[in-house]
């Protein structure tokens, strides 16, 4: 087992930024991919960015690409998201997961583990 625990959420006005960050601990020498998630109310869950934790692969979903940025620390246990120019329509609970195979995608089903989320609202 995996587990995630994620940091960082807050309340900011539209334009601003925040920092997202996810420790993973227990078994994480079985996961390669960790990812960041959001759900806002009443709509589906949206892969944000993937990183993979064995090499330099990155991939943005929606309209983040160029506000947000990914990374991860050399041991792939520690995931960061950075927002920047945020906008309303980036308010959500944003979940980190970490996935176990090798191939690094924004499809929620190959992440077997999950954080509990932390929220993010901006305010135009």
């Known amino acids: 087992q995996v587990q995630l625990v994620e940091s960082g959420g807050g309340s900011v006005e539209s334009g601003g930024s925040l920092r997202l960050s996810c420790e993973a601990s227990?078994?994480?020498?079985?996961?390669?991919?960790m990812a960041w998630f959001r759900q806002a109310p009443g709509k589906e869950r949206e892969g944000v960015a993937v990183?993979?934790?064995?090499?330099?692969?990155?991939r943005y979903g929606g309209d983040v690409a160029g506000r947000f940025t990914i990374s991860r620390d050399n041991s792939g246990n520690s995931v960061t998201l950075e927002m920047n120019s945020l906008k309303p329509g980036d308010s959500a609970m944003y979940y980190c997961?970490?996935?176990?195979?090798?191939?690094?995608?924004?499809?929620?089903?190959?992440?077997?583990?999950w954080g509990q989320g932390t929220q993010v609202t901006v305010s135009s």
């Open positions: 227990g078994e994480t020498s079985s996961t390669f991919c």
């Open positions: 997961a970490a996935g176990v195979g090798r191939y690094c995608s924004l499809n929620g089903a190959g992440f077997p583990f």
């Open positions: 990183v993979s934790t064995i090499t330099d692969y990155t």
